[in-house]
T-cell receptor
Framework: EAGVAQSPRYKIIEKRQSVAFWCNPI?????LYWYQQILGQGPKLLIQ????????DSQLPKDRFSAERLKGVDSTLKIQPAKLEDSAVYLC?????????????FGPGTRLLVL | SQQGEEDPQALSIQEGENATMNCSYK?????LQWYRQNSGRGLVHLIL?????REKHSGRLRVTLDTSKKSSSLLITASRAADTASYFC???????????FGKGTLLTVNP
């Protein structure tokens, strides 16, 4: 089965610019997650969707970050305007959450460098 | 905030040796999961242990959970160079399946 797809894989922007990341989860997975992973740290959940709805966005910096999941499939994460501290890998994950399965499947990530 | 704290931060062993990594957490959990991350394959789920379980095995992996001490350990037996990666513990406490990851242990297996 195809895995979680993300694009772009790498992005370099200057501070105060905007950037958007795209994620296509595994087919049939209702739950989608966006994580931020700063170098040397573990992933930190930014936002969790269940189908179209937001389940948890408590750690999303809403003054600059936004995310949407139209039609309950693909998702985009946007940063506007970017700051130097946003340099990180942005990981998208999806899970089925049926039959007791909680495994999250991660995409390859988008590595963002803000100059 | 980070819930889990892995120990050690880095571990270097020879191929064939066993590797043990520990994870401590602060609040009560529903389950604890271990993930591996390397540059080639990204972040991959290894094993899940529920709060009412004490030990679980999967191939060369053995996970233990002590809820009274709020700690878990991951043992990799007969390590291989391909096991070189960062290993993260992640805890789920609530009902929304949110995972909180630790900072990870960097394991290097030398051939």
């Amino acid at each position: 089965e195809a895995g979680v797809a993300q694009s772009p894989r790498y992005k370099i922007i200057e501070k105060r610019q905007s950037v958007a990341f795209w994620c296509n989860p595994i087919s049939g997975h209702a739950t989608l997650y966006w994580y931020q992973q700063i170098l040397g740290q573990g992933p930190k959940l930014l936002i969790q969707f269940q189908n179209n709805g937001v389940v948890d966005d408590s750690q999303l910096p809403k003054d600059r970050f936004s995310a949407e999941r139209l039609k309950g499939v693909d998702s985009t994460l946007k940063i506007q305007p970017a700051k130097l501290e946003d340099s990180a890998v942005y990981l998208c994950a999806s899970s089925f959450l049926a039959g007791g399965s909680e495994t999250q499947y991660f995409g390859p990530g988008t590595r963002l460098l803000v100059l | 905030s980070q819930q889990g704290e892995e120990d050690p931060q880095a571990l270097s062993i020879q191929e064939g040796e066993n590797a043990t990594m520990n994870c401590s957490y602060k609040t009560s959990i529903n389950n604890l999961q271990w993930y591996r991350q390397n540059s080639g394959r990204g972040l991959v789920h290894l094993i899940l242990i529920r709060s009412n379980e004490r030990e679980k095995h999967s191939g060369r992996l053995r996970v233990t959970l002590d809820t009274s001490k709020k700690s878990s350990s991951l043992l990799i037996t007969a390590s291989r160079a391909a096991d070189t990666a960062s290993y993260f513990c992640a805890t789920r406490g609530g009902s929304n399946y949110k995972l909180t990851f630790g900072k990870g242990t960097l394991l290097t297996v030398n051939p």
